[in-house]
T-cell receptor, first 116, second 113 residues
Framework: KAGVTQTPRYLIKTRGQQVTLSCSPI?????VSWYQQTPGQGLQFLFE???????NKGNFPGRFSGRQFSNSRSEMNVSTLELGDSALYLC???????????????FGQGTRLTVV | AQSVTQLGSHVSVSEGALVLLRCNYS??????LFWYVQYPNQGLQLLLK??????LVKGINGFEAEFKKSETSFHLTKPSAHMSDAAEYFC???????????FGPGTRLSVLP
C-alpha cells in the first residue's frame, strides 16, 4: 500500500511569488490535513479537507489556501510569499469514516519550502 | 484551547539506558493521545496512540506510554535506548474524534555511545 506522497520535496521561491504544493493521500483515505513546521513555532495546523470540503482551518492568513479533488488529492497554495513562510509543510492522510474509530494519521515526508 | 507540553526540549541518554520523554495535556476531558517520531528530513511516524482502551499502550520499536488521567500525562518510555532512537519526538492530542492534532513542541532525543 503506497504511503502519502508529497511533491515536490524541495522548493526555493522568491519573496512575493506564489507556490503550490501537492499531496496524494493513501488510497481510500478521504481526509487530508496540512501542517506547517518551523523551528520557532513547531507544528501548526493549517487546514483539513474531507470529501473536497474544508472542514477545519487553523489560524493562518488568507494567503494560505487549499483544495481537494474528487480523487482526494490535495493542494495547498501560498500567495505573496514572505521569508517567514520558509518551513517544512507536512500533509497527513486519514481514514475518517462514520463509526470507524480510526484516528490514525499518516504523514508524508513533507515539502521543504525556502523563501529567499 | 487544548495545549500540549513536553518537558525538556533536548534529552540525552546513554545507549542501553532508560528513555523517558514527558508529555502533559491541558484538557480535563481525556482526548485521543499520540506519540510521533521524526527523523531528519522526514515526515512523522506514529509510535503509538491512546484511544480510551488500555491505559498502558505499547507501540513500535519497544516504546510504550502510560495514560494517567489524574496527572493529565502521557509519558513515553523505552527500557533500553538504542542509537537508532535518536530523533525528535512529538506528543499530540486530538481533542475530539476527527479533529486536527495539536502537537507539543517536541523533544530531541540524543543517544550517547
Amino acid at each position: 500500500k503506497a504511503g502519502v506522497t508529497q511533491t515536490p520535496r524541495y522548493l526555493i521561491k522568491t519573496r512575493g511569488q506564489q507556490v503550490t504544493l501537492s499531496c496524494s493521500p493513501i488510497s481510500g483515505h478521504r481526509s487530508v490535513s496540512w501542517y506547517q513546521q518551523t523551528p520557532g513555532q513547531g507544528l501548526q495546523f493549517l487546514f483539513e479537507y474531507f470529501s473536497e470540503t474544508q472542514r477545519n482551518k487553523g489560524n493562518f492568513p488568507g494567503r494560505f489556501s487549499g483544495r481537494q479533488f474528487s480523487n482526494s488529492r490535495s493542494e495547498m497554495n501560498v500567495s505573496t510569499l514572505e521569508l517567514g513562510d520558509s518551513a517544512l509543510y507536512l500533509c497527513a492522510s486519514s481514514f475518517v469514516g462514520q463509526g470507524s474509530g480510526n484516528t490514525e494519521a499518516f504523514f508524508g515526508q513533507g515539502t521543504r519550502l525556502t523563501v529567499v | 484551547a487544548q495545549s500540549v507540553t513536553q518537558l525538556g526540549s533536548h534529552v540525552s541518554v546513554s545507549e542501553g539506558a532508560l528513555v523517558l520523554l514527558r508529555c502533559n495535556y491541558s484538557s480535563s476531558v481525556p482526548p485521543y493521545l499520540f506519540w510521533y517520531v521524526q527523523y531528519p528530513n522526514q515526515g512523522l511516524q506514529l509510535l503509538l496512540k491512546y484511544t480510551s482502551a488500555a491505559t498502558l499502550v505499547k507501540g513500535i520499536n519497544g516504546f510504550e506510554a502510560e495514560f494517567k488521567k489524574s496527572e493529565t500525562s502521557f509519558h513515553l518510555t523505552k527500557p533500553s535506548a538504542h542509537m537508532s532512537d535518536a530523533a525528535e519526538y512529538f506528543c499530540a492530542v486530538m481533542p475530539q474524534y476527527g479533529q486536527n492534532f495539536v502537537f507539543g513542541p517536541g523533544t530531541r532525543l540524543s543517544v550517547l555511545p
